[in-house]
């Protein structure tokens, strides 16, 4: 498999608006890698209880082994190894009832956003009264903007009234080969072996 290599940064920013009107404003910032193999690196970054944590996750699709790790205050220094194995009987599906929830979807003009073209749309969904013991109809409306070439999300943004407003912006890309070394497990560290 070959594709698009790149690096890149999101930043996620969720703002709650509380009953009383105060706000909590969160803002996770995400850093994204891909080689032209297909491996990716995802590494989080965000303050949990007052401390910097960085959550990191490595994918080879080659090998199909997934590896994760945090640094920070209190964490080992422990890599977990997810092999995947091929699932010999696969589940039948199980079907539930699901309630419907009404929805619309539109298609928004291509951008342009950080140099790299995109594709948008539009989803609304209406959660209708009393399905979830509300008093009037719930809109959920959410707008995404995709990169093909890079199978990447550039921006989006979800409007949710019980939850607020997340906003998520990709910056920074860089389409040249990353470094080798971000697709390794870091030196000094354990490597666990977990069930997939």
């Given at each position: ?120 749309s539009r989803y609304i969904r209406t959660t209708p009264i009393g399905y979830v013991g509300n008093d ?14 890079l199978s990447l999300q550039m921006r989006s943004t979800i409007d949710d009234p019980r939850a607020g ?9 860089n389409q040249a080969d990353p470094d080798p070394a971000l697709f390794q497990p870091p030196a000094g ?8």
């Open positions: 498999m070959h594709v698009q290599p790149y690096t890149a940064k999101q930043q996620v920013t969720r703002v709650q608006t509380l009953a009383d009107g105060s706000t909590v404003r969160t803002v996770d910032v995400i850093l994204l890698a891909r080689d032209a193999e297909g491996r990716t690196r995802r590494e989080t970054v965000r303050t949990q209880n007052g401390d910097l944590v960085h959550t990191f996750q490595i994918f080879d699709f080659v090998t199909q082994t997934r590896y994760t790790w945090n640094t920070g205050n209190n964490y080992p220094q422990v890599v977990n190894v997810y092999q995947s194995r091929p699932n010999p009987q696969p589940a039948l599906p199980t079907y539930q009832a699901q309630r419907y929830y009404p929805y619309r979807s539109e298609s928004l003009p291509p951008q342009t956003i950080s140099g790299v073209y995109t594709e948008g009037r109809d719930l809109v959920t409306t959410t707008e995404s903007w995709y990169a093909p070439a407003k997340t906003t998520t912006e990709t910056t920074d890309i560290f354990t490597l666990k072996e977990t069930n997939p």
